[in-house]
């Protein structure tokens, strides 16, 4: 499942959603919204308005990174049978494939005791 990012970081990317689309759609459509706002109109939106399939390509791909790091957490939890085993928002790392199958192996062991003691191994191997 996802980890949340913060309120205030998702709600910037909802934001800067908005606004990729409708600068799409004013580029595409040949709109100039800075004249809607009283302001000026900057020299990159008229480079925009001559390239507009490049522009839009542009908008479209940058604006996307830029949501996708503002909704990122980087968290990697893992959970063993509902229990919290590890966090890389805690610890700052992933951990590595020794110390996965040793956090496995010691939560089996706590919830399934009989099932890993050497008498019932030793059973299983005759």
Known sequence: MNYPPPPVREYAAQALSFIKLALIVCIAVGQNPFTWLNM?????FYWAMNNKIFACMMLFFIGNAVESQLVSTGAFEITF????????LETG?????QE???IIENNMRLQFPASHSPESESSLHR
């Open 93 to 97: 790392r992933i951990p590595s494939g």
């Open 81 to 88: 049978n509902d229990v919290p085993v590890w966090s890389k």
């Open 100 to 102: 996965m199958f040793e």
């Open 40 to 44: 000026t109109t900057p020299s990159a």
